[in-house]
């Protein structure tokens, strides 16, 4: 069965420190992989997707980057950390194909604040 | 392009009372829609998806959306809520033709003893 890890669970960081979070998925190949964010009241913001290694698309413009090194590792980050960064992130993968009767799976999301 | 607006930020219930979370979208094109349900701390998970043939969908733990394409909306109910049921639910609506689900900004139900 597939599984996807998302870690840390939680994260404190000061203001412009760096930022890696990273999101592995199980056994499935070839995943589009997804980052999310979601701040105190603004619901879920896409903020990068990828349909391949390398491949990353940028959904806003912001303080934070994305990359795919492997095909089932999608990593966040940040060279340095802002204030309005903090919030809930979630990884999430969909099947390349992305069939009728299947669904995007989501981790466990990372709680990040910023101090 | 395709958007979702949940138009309840907020939702206090009174347990066994029924309850009807908004969800209406926009796309020019034929959508799949989805409703995911976030427990505190937690990620995502599905809880109902409507993708072709009846409009009523069903979850196994109660609740039921119906798609109704000529008001554009996909709204989740349920006749008698818990405790449990407590959280916050995104309604998320997906192109044919896209790679990406558009999430609504969430309504969080409370349910209260």
């Known amino acids: 069965s597939q599984t996807i890890h998302q870690w840390p669970a939680t994260l404190v960081q000061p203001v412009g420190s760096p930022l890696s979070l990273e999101c592995t998925v199980e056994?499935?190949?070839?995943?589009?992989l997804y980052w999310y964010r979601q701040a105190a009241g603004r619901g879920l913001q896409l903020l990068f997707y990828s349909v391949g290694i390398g491949q990353i698309s940028s959904e806003v413009p912001q303080n934070l980057s994305a990359s795919r090194p492997q095909d089932r590792q999608f990593i966040l980050s940040s060279k340095k950390l802002l204030l309005s960064d903090s919030g809930f992130y979630l990884c999430a993968w969909t099947p390349r194909r992305w069939r009728v009767n299947t669904e995007a799976f989501f981790g466990q999301g990372t709680r990040l604040t910023v101090v | 392009a395709q958007s979702v607006t949940q138009l309840d930020s907020q939702v206090p219930v009174f347990e066994e009372a029924p309850v009807e979370l908004r969800c209406n979208y926009s796309s020019s094109v034929s959508v799949y829609l989805f409703w995911y349900v976030q427990y505190p701390n937690q990620g995502l998970q599905l809880l109902l998806k409507y993708l072709s043939g009846s409009t009523l969908v069903e979850s196994i733990n109660g609740f039921e959306a119906e798609f109704n394409k000529s008001q554009t909306s996909f709204h989740l109910r349920k006749p008698s809520v818990h405790i449990s049921d407590t959280a916050e639910y995104f309604c998320a609506v997906k192109g044919t033709g896209a790679n990406n689900l558009f999430f609504g900004t969430g309504t969080r139900l409370t349910v209260i003893p």
């Open positions: 056994g499935t190949s070839n995943p589009n």
